[in-house]
């Protein structure tokens, strides 16, 4: 039995449906993969870079705690050798005044310093002169703060004193080192029986 045209173009469309169907099926198959593998990669980068900026971060922290305890450890050091040069002033100044009470000044900022500095400078003291010393930081007169550091040792009355600031030695070599400045500004003179 031969088919209609009528036959044949209803045959044709329920064919086009068909394979359309099968289209848009395929297609959503293919949309839903490819959103799925889109999703899997996008994780996987994603924990790559976060592995990345944790490690970064990680090693910028090591740096950062290595840099702290090297600074602390410089700081440490120098806290160190300003307490031992704290001590020698301090030893220096009780040697000269071998007295049995002594009071020390410094500046307001060096009093912690000063104090272990003391502590440490008594018993060297005692051992070189065989002597006993008691020494009182002056926690009412302190030195001026603009001043570059170092001390000043009195005996019991105050009536001697030693300085041992920077400034106090900077006077001392600028008075020893005044004849030669003296001769180096103006030339030497034929009067000048004395050269100080």
Known sequence: MALSDADVQKQIKHMMAFIEQEANEKAEEIDAKAEEEFNIEKGRLVQTQ??????????KEKQIEQQKKIQMSNLMNQARLKVLK????????????????????????????????????????KNATKRDVDVHIDQDNFLPEDIAGGVEV????????VSNTLESR????AQQMMPEIRVALFGANANRKFLD
């Open 50 to 59: 976060r592995l990345k900026i944790m490690e970064y971060y990680e090693k």
């Open 86 to 125: 704290a001590r020698d002033d301090l030893i220096a100044g009780f040697y000269q005044l071998l007295e049995s009470r002594l009071v020390v000044r410094c500046r307001k900022q060096d009093l912690s310093m000063v104090k272990t500095a003391v502590q440490k400078s008594i018993p060297i003291y």
């Open 154 to 161: 009195y005996n019991s009355d105050g009536k001697i004193k």
């Open 170 to 173: 900077l006077d001392l070599v």
